[in-house]
Nanobody, 128 residues
């Protein structure tokens, strides 16, 4: 059974940093299509960062560009999201997701639509 487990969330002050981890079991994470999403209370879920196209491409939503970095450790079968200079508007539940099909996704749109396995989430709270 494939399972994604996020960790690393917490409560921090604005300007501080956090690193989220997404550990996979029952499946080897591939850089064909995997990413991080978030959902704040009362808002729709949004894609935050992703790796796709065999690791040749990354996606970042505009609001996190220059502050967040997505990366992968193959040896640990783990996906990371380094979050620096956190802002109160980054407060949300963060989820990792991957596409189990094994198909290389060439664009962010196709990757986003293909994501089929999700973790339970880790909460990030940023206070001002």
């Amino acid at each position: 059974q494939v399972q994604l487990v996020e960790s690393g969330g917490g409560s921090v002050q604005a300007g501080e940093s956090l690193t989220l981890s997404c550990s996979a079991s029952g499946y080897t994470l591939r850089n064909y299509c995997m990413g991080w999403f978030r959902q704040a209370p009362g808002k729709e879920r949004e894609g935050v960062a992703a790796i796709y196209n065999s690791g040749l491409a990354t996606y970042y939503t505009d609001s996190v560009k220059g502050r967040f970095t997505i990366s992968q450790d193959n040896a640990k079968n783990t996906l990371y999201l380094q979050m620096n200079s956190l802002k109160p508007e980054d407060t949300a539940m963060y989820y990792c997701a991957t596409d189990l099909s094994g198909v290389r996704r060439w664009t962010w749109r196709t990757c986003q639509n293909a994501l089929d396995t999700w973790g339970q989430g880790t909460l990030v709270t940023v206070s001002s």
